[in-house]
């Protein structure tokens, strides 16, 4: 079966600092990957999605920037936190397309991260 | 006019009510929907899927109105545990609502 692990699960910075989160999947070749970050109170936004090694596509322009430097390796980076990089922020994954493409997601844990 | 959008409630129903919750979409080519539990603090986990026939599982059913450009979430008897947000989500976009929070009471 697949699992999705994230790490940290919570994590505390100071404004200007920088970020490294990763996620990883188990149990499955050539996924979608998928970052997301919540608000308090509010649903997801989509940051970034890939659908392959290397390729990596941004859904809003930000303070954040993505990598996949393996198949089932998914880094989300910050060179200077800002105190709106605050949330949570949950890394997915779905079927690729060359296991018969599926939309369905499933989420890790998650990382509450706070930026003082 | 958001993509996705959702009542944020709060639903507050008694145990063993029938609640419903509707998400309404804005791209009529929108392919595959889902709704998804998220209890407080955790990931989001997929309750279910939304087929164009309507779907069941359990107390949960799940309806597509194409024409209408929604989908509804019920929930038959509802049960202490039932407490949570509900997110539907709208792929082909990964657009998510910002979730309908259900508290059932005792």
């Known amino acids: 079966s697949q699992t999705i692990h994230q790490w940290p699960a919570t994590l505390v910075q100071p404004v200007g600092s920088p970020l490294s989160l990763e996620c990883t999947v188990e149990?499955?070749?050539?996924?979608?990957l998928y970052w997301y970050r919540q608000a308090a109170g509010r649903g997801l936004q989509l940051l970034f999605y890939s659908v392959g090694i290397g390729q990596i596509s941004s859904e809003v322009p930000q303070n954040l920037s993505a990598s996949r430097p393996q198949d089932r390796q998914f880094i989300l980076s910050s060179k200077k936190l800002l105190l709106s990089d605050s949330g949570f922020y949950l890394c997915a994954w779905s079927l690729g397309i060359t296991s018969g493409s599926t939309d369905t997601q499933y989420f890790g844990p998650g990382t509450r991260l706070t930026v003082l | 006019r958001k993509e996705v959008e959702q009542d944020p409630g709060p639903f507050n129903v008694p145990e063993g009510a029938t609640v419903a919750f509707n998400c309404t979409y804005s791209?009529?080519?929108?392919?595959?929907f889902f709704w998804y539990r998220q209890d407080c603090r955790k990931e989001p986990k997929l309750l279910m899927s939304v087929y164009s026939s309507g779907n069941e599982d359990g107390r949960f059913t799940a309806q597509l109105n194409r024409a209408s450009q929604y989908i509804s979430l019920l929930i038959r008897d509802s049960k202490l545990s039932d407490s949570a947000t509900y997110l539907c989500v709208v792929n082909g976009t990964s657009t998510f609502g910002d979730g309908t929070t259900l508290t059932v009471k005792p």
């Open positions: 791209n009529s080519a929108s392919q595959s």
């Open positions: 149990g499955t070749s050539n996924p979608n």
